[in-house]
């Protein structure tokens, strides 16, 4: 340091001294008061600056904490929202579920707004795994819980699909892993739901109404049977049948009804659909035409019944059935999805109706007999049906011969079995009218080479058969009456008399010595008269022309043309003669038989199986540190609220609640769910209170702490404030001693 060369008085430097002294401290405490510390480095209190460096840097710890534990209340909060609002989907989720409830009618409309809030249903369920999913914040969602998910293998999917008419495997709300094991049951019988027959023979005047066949393994469907009848009374009745897209009409006129009706047989509607189904039933005009308030006109649906089940087994053997022989609304199979609901999940697997037969395992049987001349039929036995290697179509031709005018019936048939499949056969067989209807007629090879064994019901086999009109000698030959003591009648022709039935002639001859008249009638109401010249005798008299025609006039017969042929003078009693036909017309054999032979099916089972698709994850649980140290914290674990079955459980609607058990089953699901998620939000609400309570306390301390270093460190600003007065009048006073003591040396000054 260099030395002050200058040499100051005592009385200047002593000045000076204080002067510097003054000021020094006037710095010091101008710094106090702009910091407002009074002491601002270690060199001033190195015990109380650094105790109150340190409190400074905890609260500050604590104030960083404190923003994190913000953060972490409003990523609670927003999860909080989502619950809230899920809670109102649920609400309304819940009133469609009340209001399918209301419409349980198994009319279409009912079932149609059913399937309609099922999928409204589902849409909702959508919208909660979309909130759930949209309700992160920060990259933290408290809402979709651990991401573990089970679902089933594709493998075993592929393997489900497989199987024919089913496909779309899935399964949903799994809860935990499990093995669904896929079988069809059911040959495909074909049957009516017995109340709505009941209900359409009642309504429609109708009666023996039958709906079976074999549903076809490539044409299947579960449609409803639809019966239209329009024609009033004294009108053609017109039946329109239908099924799916398919629609059969055939008008009865009342002369059908006329001719069945005089023969003692009923008219019979019957008709196959290529899905299998047959329909038939007989028709009455006088029971329909009784039907009040709709007599003649009207609808009847028929709910189809198919003997096929869809079973599905999971590994603790429990098995659900869905069952096309079950009634709507009862479980029934249906053409689309089908669910099958276990505690573990639920399997979902989509029907094509027309192919799922084809996975069916069944035995060979034989069709019963349809047609409208099915009742020729009695009964049907294949000889070795097990043997039977494709489905077949047995029709029945009949042609009859020798015909029997006492019994109105013919006494033998030639009966042709065509049989169509991955082979044809023809087979035909003479059948003699037996004693019994119980007599089998053997078709040999008729199917696959294995016989057939048919009985027959011979007083309806006649009506399916075909046979020409009988000639004029056939019928001369059923003449009965009084002879005729001179000549000879016979049946010149008959001509246009009524099919499919036999008509009793009746001619009266009345006679005078110049005249006689044939007066025809029959048993349908036909007329007609010839009135003829006579030469006469004593006692009778004799006609000279050779035939009598006669075109017969109302009736059945109305337009037919009767001829009768006379011996040349062919004598008459004047007392009156009668002369008695019969008159086959022809057989047209307009009432079809036929019935199906079906071959066994081994079909074929898979198995759906889930296993664990992801792991759980804690990515999206939050923690939250409350001290700087990281020795105090929470969790909040993430709450699963997404519909799965790691979640809410809350499953899609199942059979778009054609059945009650699927609407109680959601309805169960949904007052669990919003148990479930008041349970969420109670864990979300207390972990809130927690961190919520730990942000105003962590406020709070980090106050304490900077008041806490404050007194250590903080000056007093009054007293500072009296010091920078008093040093500045100090510094002033100095100042002014200062330049006294300077005074004394200029002194000297004015000695020169």
């Not at 349809?370 to 042609?399: E, F, K, L, P, Q």
């Not at 078709?443 to 309806?460: P, R």
Request: avoid cysteine; glycine fraction near 8%; charged fraction near 15%.
């Amino acid at each position: 340091m260099a030395q002050n060369e200058v040499q100051l008085a005592a009385g200047t430097r002593s000045n000076l001294l204080l002067l510097q002294n003054t000021t020094t401290k006037l710095e010091r405490t101008q710094l106090r008061l702009a910091t407002g510390n009074k002491i601002n480095s270690a060199l001033e209190g190195p015990a109380q600056f650094f105790a109150a460096k340190g409190l400074n840097q905890r609260a500050g710890d604590l104030n960083s904490l404190k923003d994190g534990i913000g953060q972490a209340i409003s990523t609670i909060k927003s999860a909080d929202t989502g619950i809230t609002n899920i809670e109102k989907l649920v609400e309304q989720a819940r009133g469609l579920t009340t209001q399918a409830l209301g419409s349980l009618g198994t009319d279409a409309s009912s079932v149609s707004l059913r399937n309609s809030l099922a999928n409204q249903y589902n849409t909702l369920l959508r919208q909660i795994d979309r909130l759930a999913a949209d309700s992160g914040y920060q990259g933290k969602n408290l809402l979709i819980g651990s991401g573990l998910t089970i679902d089933a293998t594709s493998s075993s999917k592929a393997a489900v699909n497989a199987l024919s008419g089913i496909g779309n495997a899935i399964t949903t709300n799994v809860v935990s892993a499990d093995k669904y094991k896929i079988a069809v049951t059911g040959d495909g019988a074909i049957s009516g739901s017995s109340a709505d027959i009941a209900r359409a023979q009642t309504d429609r005047g109708i009666s023996n109404l039958e709906i079976n066949g074999f549903a076809s393994t490539t044409n299947a469907n579960y449609d409803s049977v639809i019966v239209k009848l329009s024609g009033g009374t004294g009108k053609d009745k017109t039946f329109t049948v239908s099924e799916g897209d398919q629609t059969v009409t055939q008008t009865f006129t009342n002369l059908d009804w006329q001719i069945a009706k005089s023969n003692g047989v009923d008219l019979r509607f019957s008709t196959k659909f290529t899905s299998g189904t047959v329909v038939s039933f007989n028709i009455d005009f006088e029971a329909i035409e009784d039907v009040p308030d709709t007599a003649g006109v009207g609808t009847s649906v028929i709910e189809k019944n198919v003997n096929l089940q869809l079973q599905v087994t999971n590994q603790n053997g429990e098995i659900i059935t869905r069952d096309g022989l079950n009634l709507l609304g009862q479980g029934k199979l249906a053409n689309g999805e089908n669910a099958f609901a276990f505690d573990s999940g639920t399997a979902r697997l989509t029907v094509d109706e027309r192919q799922l037969l084809q996975s069916s395992k069944y035995n060979a049987a034989v069709g019963a007999a349809y047609g409208t001349g099915s009742n020729a039929i009695a009964s049907i036995n294949i000889n070795s049906i097990t043997a039977v290697s494709a489905d077949y179509n047995v029709s029945i031709a009949v042609v009859g011969t020798s015909f029997n005018y006492t019994e109105n019936n013919f006494q033998t048939f030639s009966v042709v079995a065509h049989a169509v499949g991955s082979t044809s056969a023809t087979v035909t067989v003479v059948v003699s009218v037996g004693a019994t209807n119980s007599v089998e007629n053997n078709f040999a090879a008729l199917v696959d080479g294995q016989g057939a064994s048919i009985a027959f019901n011979y007083g309806e086999l006649k009506f399916t058969a075909s046979a020409a009109a009988a000639a004029a000698s056939e019928v001369s030959t059923t003449l009965t009456g009084v002879d005729f003591s001179i000549g000879a009648v016979a049946v010149h022709s008959a001509e246009s008399f009524a099919d499919n039935t036999v008509t009793s002639v009746n001619i009266t001859i009345t006679a005078t010595s110049t005249s006689a008249t044939f007066q025809y009638t029959d048993e349908f109401g036909g007329t007609a008269s010839k009135t003829v010249t006579l030469s006469g005798f004593s006692n009778a008299a004799a006609i000279a022309v050779a035939s009598l025609t006669f075109s017969v006039q109302g009736g059945l017969n109305s337009g037919a043309v009767f001829v009768l042929s006379l011996s040349a003078n062919t004598l008459f009693q004047t007392t009156g003669q009668e002369l008695n036909f019969k008159v086959r017309g022809e057989f047209t054999a307009e009432r079809p038989i036929a019935f199906d032979v079906r071959k066994a099916n081994t079909g074929g089972t898979a198995v759906l199986s889930t296993k664990q698709a992801t792991d759980a994850s804690d990515a999206n649980n939050l923690a939250v540190q409350l001290n700087e140290a990281n020795t105090s914290n929470v969790t909040v674990v993430s709450q699963n609220v997404q519909t799965n079955g790691q979640g809410l459980r809350l499953d899609f609607a199942q059979n778009g609640w054609n059945d009650r058990s699927d609407i109680d089953n959601a309805i169960k699901q949904l007052d669990a769910a919003k148990l479930s998620l008041r349970a969420a939000s109670s864990n979300l609400s207390t972990n809130l209170n927690i961190i919520q309570t730990r942000e105003d306390y962590t406020k709070e301390f980090s106050d304490v702490l900077t008041e806490g270093a404050s007194k250590l460190v903080a000056a007093d600003q009054n007293e500072e404030g009296a010091n920078i007065l008093t040093l500045q009048t100090r510094q002033q006073l100095g100042t002014i001693s200062l330049s006294l003591a300077n005074q004394a040396q200029q002194a000297i000054l004015r000695l020169f």
